[in-house]
Nanobody
Framework: EVQLVESGGGQVQAGGSLRLSCAAS????????IGWFRQAPGKEREGVAC????????YYAESVEGRFTISSDNAKNTVYLQMNNLKPEDTAVYYC????????????????????????WGQGTVVTVSS
């Protein structure tokens, strides 16, 4: 069973930075995609960024491109989301998820309401950005 554990959330002032981590276990293939979604209070879930292993192909939502960077340490099966120049609108619960099909993951990134098709989700970590 694939399991994901997120860490790194917290509270920061606007303009600050945070780094989220997503550690995966139980992976049954070296070809997988891990990504981040977020959900703010009263809003729909939004795809943020994802990265495919082992070739590190990435995808970013327009709202975070240029401010967030996703990376992976394949030896540790861990994906990181470096978030810089944070804005109050980045406040949300951030979830990581995994799937063994890149195209499926991309579909969910742009259609987050289809999230149930992904192979596993983490429990979420809270990011709060104050103005």
């Amino acid at each position: 069973e694939v399991q994901l554990v997120e860490s790194g959330g917290g509270q920061v002032q606007a303009g600050g930075s945070l780094r989220l981590s997503c550690a995966a276990s139980g992976l049954t293939s070296d070809d997988y995609t891990i990504g981040w979604f977020r959900q703010a209070p009263g809003k729909e879930r939004e795809g943020v960024a994802c990265i495919r292993s082992p070739d590190s192909i990435t995808y970013y939502a327009e709202s975070v491109e240029g401010r967030f960077t996703i990376s992976s340490d394949n030896a540790k099966n861990t994906v990181y989301l470096q978030m810089n120049n944070l804005k109050p609108e980045d406040t949300a619960v951030y979830y990581c998820a995994v799937d063994f099909y890149f195209t499926s993951f991309l579909t969910v990134m742009t259609h987050p309401d289809r999230g149930e098709v992904l192979d596993a989700w983490g429990q979420g970590t809270v990011v709060t950005v104050s103005s």
